[in-house]
């Protein structure tokens, strides 16, 4: 689970550690949520905090809130978005800001569920909704081992899954499990030695991201599934390497694509450029939801590039 959502949280602390894509002329504080809700996986974590003016350095411990009273509920099926079970959550002064459930509960896919909370000392009230993604599985078939850059390509088949009103969206993860200098692949060993060598870059490498795939830039086989080419720049370390995919909702998918943009994705001009999109209603941050799965594969070298 900590991998897994390793990408999202530093995608999400990038944009959310202040307002900066809100106008700064007169500051306004706002309060910062972060949750991921995964299929079949138990209630994550909930983040609270505030934002900090863009010329202050942001640390989460000191914007960290914690006299919130926070739940996320499991709502009916159909308009009425009647209220089916509350979760409660609490939180420990050892980890400021963060909120973890009072009760096991395994989240469901295809299910609507609501972030609700509220402050003992105001009227201010924080909300948001997400619909989770149906579970889909990795289907037998992937390589165990894949020369690097080989005329067989890494292809990945994933079973039907859904969405309401609208095509799957994906995102993929190479995970590396020795991610040292001398495994990384030609591509990233250039980006490390003109980086002047940064450890940091070697961690960042460690979880490597495709980026936004909709599932209608593929065909699908005839049982419903489909298969995916990996691309070869996806992979950054020789060796042993966990592949995730990850289906998204639409605020993790609203999130995403609207910081792109921000952070110089778009030939928009800087006037008409958008804020980021966060679908919550008394803050801003991510309140979203994925469906998962993992396969592992070993990429060797390939002797006709090394």
Not at 116 to 130: C, V
Request: proline share 5%.
């Amino acid at each position: 689970m900590k991998n897994l959502l390793t990408l999202l949280l530093i995608t999400a602390a990038a944009a959310l550690v202040s307002c900066e894509t809100y106008p700064q002329d007169d500051y306004e504080e706002y309060y910062v949520v972060e949750a991921y809700l995964v299929a079949d996986r138990q209630l994550p974590h909930v983040r609270l905090s505030k934002t900090v003016p863009a010329d202050e350095v942001y640390d989460f411990s000191q914007a960290a809130i914690n006299n919130a009273n926070v739940a996320i509920q499991l709502l009916e099926s159909g308009p009425e978005s009647t209220v089916e079970q509350t979760y409660s959550y609490s939180f420990s002064m050892q980890n400021p800001g963060i909120y973890w459930a009072d009760v096991s509960h395994h989240v469901l896919p295809s299910r609507t569920y609501r972030l609700h909370i509220t402050f003992p000392d105001s009227d201010d009230e924080i909300t948001a909704t997400t619909i989770i993604p149906g579970g889909f599985d990795i289907l037998e078939g992937v390589r165990d081992t894949i020369v690097y850059q080989s005329s067989e390509q890494l292809e990945i088949t994933v079973s039907e899954s859904s969405y309401p009103g609208r095509q799957n969206i994906f995102i993929f993860n190479a995970l590396s499990d020795n991610p040292v200098a001398e495994n990384l692949t030609p591509v990233y060993f250039d980006f490390y030695e003109d980086g002047d060598e940064d450890p940091e870059d070697l961690e960042l490498f460690a979880n490597n991201s495709s980026g936004i795939i909709n599932e209608g830039n593929f065909e699908k086989n005839p049982d419903g599934s489909i298969t995916i080419d990996y691309p070869w720049i996806g992979i950054a370390y020789y060796g042993e390497n966990k592949i995730v995919a990850n289906t998204l909702d639409d605020n993790i998918y609203d999130f995403i694509r609207s910081q792109e943009v921000q952070l110089g994705g778009s030939t928009l001009s800087p006037g008409e450029i958008q804020n980021v999109i966060y679908n919550i209603e008394g803050g801003i941050g991510v309140f979203g939801a994925l469906a998962s799965d993992t396969v592992e594969t070993f990429v060797k070298r390939n002797p006709a590039i090394n």
